[in-house]
């Protein structure tokens, strides 16, 4: 179905043209690298509390997000935890999370199994039950042997969370945005996009002040991969940035729509997956055809708005962890609806972040993640907004306020007529 053609622009227009094609309502976009993205059979974790008897030590996976196949003695002091993705073929995003406790303090040395293939990526994250703050457990603590990393971590009779990464389950996202909306109803629409496979909500927030008709579109999407948290981090602060009721965010929303979507895959988060939704499927490879529901129902939420309204969908990020900062951008601009924002919004944030860098990766989307969906579907700029696992937290916040306030500068000047 792709056309090689020399010229960008007539890719872009035959693309756009003669590759879209009506599906259930929706028009389904066409890409180079297509992805079967029908529902898949998961293998999921059996909820209990492991009783390590004559250790007297223990471990739970009874909460959302947690991730615990199984848990085994070794030797006195050495317990295997056993992690394995909900299927495969999967990326590396070799999640866990569990609390354990023991009956007296003792200290345990906790051995990552994973499958063939898959192999140690998080350090553990620590919080004890009941606490608010998390810790990272220090290098110091943490043995690598060939394959096989090792934890040396403390137990008391208390519980602590032993997590890859910190959990934001889909009840504390839910929990977020009603208090970061709460007296902001007047400008803040909150609406269900639908429901996931599971029946759990896909929020969104329609953000805008006055009449929404024919305001441009800024649509921001998040938790597609359940543990990317510093990309949502960085969410979290671009949004509360958008409401923070400045007069740079008063003018913005008197100009622009914006339709923000704070957990696009609340079963997988609530599963403890590595990366799919609980159909066994990457969502950011379903915005082609639409197979899995939070995609199809997201997806119908953002065209009838802009169809509805005329509004038309200038910009789409979605936020996003890997192992480093990154922004992956298409390479195609001038046909977008913004041509020049990514090159003045980068030039933004080096001026505005003290010694900040911009890592920009760019090439057209082949395969159907949302940001192909934004440029060949919309015209839209479309943005992979990346936070690096390790980045410090306090920097996530910095860049997500940044990048928010920069966006909304460029994109008040924008004539958009
Ligand atoms: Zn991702």
Redesign the pocket.
Same mark, same amino acid.
């Given at each position: 179905m792709y056309i090689q053609l020399n010229k960008k622009r007539i890719v872009f227009v035959s693309l756009f043209a003669l590759l879209i094609v009506s599906c259930a309502n929706l028009k389904t976009v066409v890409f180079k690298t297509p992805v079967d993205t029908k529902t898949k059979k998961i293998h999921e974790q059996i909820k209990k509390t492991y009783v390590l008897q004559d250790m007297q030590v223990f471990a739970s996976n009874e909460f959302d997000g947690a991730h615990l196949k199984g848990f085994e003695k070794v030797n006195d002091s050495t317990i295997k935890v056993i992690i394995a993705p909900e299927n495969t073929p999967i990326n590396n &995003?070799a999640y866990y999370s569990f609390k354990a406790w023991a009956k007296e303090n003792r200290t345990i040395y906790f051995q990552f199994n994973y499958p063939k293939g898959y192999q140690h990526r998080y350090p553990p994250k620590l919080k004890m039950v009941g606490s608010a703050n998390w810790t990272v457990l220090s290098e110091d603590n943490i043995f690598k042997n060939g394959k096989i990393t090792t934890a040396k971590i403390h137990l008391t009779k208390e519980p602590i969370f032993i997590s890859a990464q910190e959990i934001v389950s889909s009840t504390d996202t839910y929990n977020w945005v009603a208090s970061l909306i709460k007296g902001k109803e007047n400008y803040v629409h909150y609406n269900n996009a639908g429901k996931s496979r599971l029946g759990k909500k896909l929020p969104v927030l329609d953000i805008y002040r006055g009449d929404k008709k024919q305001k441009p579109i800024v649509v921001l999407l998040t938790r597609? !991969?359940p543990p #990317?948290v510093t990309?949502f981090f960085a969410y979290q602060e671009f949004l509360k940035t958008i409401l923070n009721e400045s007069n740079l965010s008063t003018n913005f929303l008197k100009k622009y729509r914006v339709l923000a979507f704070p957990i696009l895959n609340p079963d997988g988060v609530d599963l403890g997956h590595w990366?799919h939704n609980a159909g066994g499927v990457d969502t950011?490879r379903d915005w082609s055809e639409y197979n899995q529901p939070e995609i199809r129902q997201v997806v119908r939420y953002i065209t009838n708005a802009s169809k509805k309204d005329q509004g038309r969908i200038v910009l789409g990020l979605d936020f !996003? &962890? %890997?192992y480093e900062d990154v922004f992956y951008t298409n390479k195609i601009r001038k046909e977008t609806r913004l041509p020049t924002f990514i090159n003045k919004w980068f030039a933004a944030l080096e001026a505005n972040i003290p010694n900040y860098k911009v890592n920009e990766k760019a090439g057209n989307s082949t395969k159907p993640v949302s940001k192909g969906w934004f440029l060949y579907g919309q015209k839209a700029v479309g943005i %992979?907004y #990346?936070i690096g696992d390790k980045t410090p937290r306090d920097k996530i916040k910095l860049v997500g306020k940044v990048t928010s306030e920069e966006m909304m500068k460029i994109l008040i000047n924008v004539n958009n007529n």
């Open positions: &995003s597609q !991969h #990317e990309g990366r950011n !996003h &962890s %890997t %992979t #990346e």
